[in-house]
């Protein structure tokens, strides 16, 4: 199973908007409303922004959204904010029962 | 609060074996499923596998199907993997992850510390 395909890095100045991209096949992202997306800062375990491709959990800014279109799920972060610089993460569930991950990028608050 | 406590890591030479525990608390393990995922030194994560909530299901990413066997005890709210065969490729840091429910497919929304695995010879 091949790692989700993630831009390598993205950046924008605070109160701007980003979008992390996340290409997979039919078999994972296209195939399922199961994508999932994680922050990661330097140090520190992984945390959940958004599940089932949209959904906030408690406590997360809404400034975190997330999208899909075909094999390609989407997060935009609105308003950046110098604590939004981290490592990020997609998921997917796959047709085998498994889960893979993204490449992961890194967010830069210039 | 929900507490995700992992340990059993350590140095260990290719070949040998190694069981990482996870201790869970402040929920009721028994209505999750649970992953380990690991991420070795400044590298990306990668899902490892997946133990349904009453363990009668479990997954496994290929690189580790036949050496890695994960494992839950609910009535000691315990979550285990067992490893052998360890490779070098092995090394990096093991994370418990809670599912959102019981269903294997759900996303993980409690992850632990992390316990460091190095294969070394």
């Known amino acids: 199973q091949s790692a989700l395909t993630q831009p390598r890095s993205v950046s924008g100045s605070p109160g701007q908007s980003v979008t992390i991209s996340c290409t997979g096949t039919s078999s994972d992202v296209g195939g399922y409303n199961y994508v999932s997306w994680y922050q990661q800062h330097p140090g520190k375990a992984p945390k959940l922004m958004i599940s089932?491709?949209?959904k906030r959990p408690s406590g997360v800014p809404d400034r975190f959204s997330g999208s899909k279109s075909g094999n390609t799920a989407s997060l935009t972060i609105s308003g950046l904010q110098a604590e939004d610089e981290a490592d990020y993460y997609c998921c997917s569930y796959t047709d085998t029962y498994t889960f893979v991950f993204g490449t992961g990028t890194k967010v830069t608050v210039l | 609060q929900v507490q995700l406590v992992e340990s059993g890591g350590g140095v260990v030479q290719p070949g040998r074996s190694l069981r990482l525990s996870c201790a869970a608390s402040?929920?009721?393990?028994?209505?999750?499923?649970m992953h380990w995922v690991r991420q070795a030194p400044g590298k990306g994560l990668e899902w490892v596998a997946v133990i349904s909530y009453d363990g009668s299901n479990k997954y496994y990413v290929d690189s580790v199907k036949g050496r890695l066997t994960i494992s839950r005890d609910n009535s000691k709210n315990k979550l285990y993997v067992q490893m052998n065969s360890l490779r070098t490729e092995d090394t990096a840091v093991y994370y418990c992850?809670?599912?959102?429910?019981?269903?294997?497919?759900?996303?993980?929304?409690?992850w632990g510390q992390g316990t460091l695995v190095t294969v070394f010879s």
């Open positions: 402040g929920f009721t393990l028994s209505s999750y499923a």
């Open positions: 992850a809670r599912g959102t429910s019981t269903w294997v497919q759900s996303p993980f929304d409690y």
């Open positions: 089932d491709v949209n």
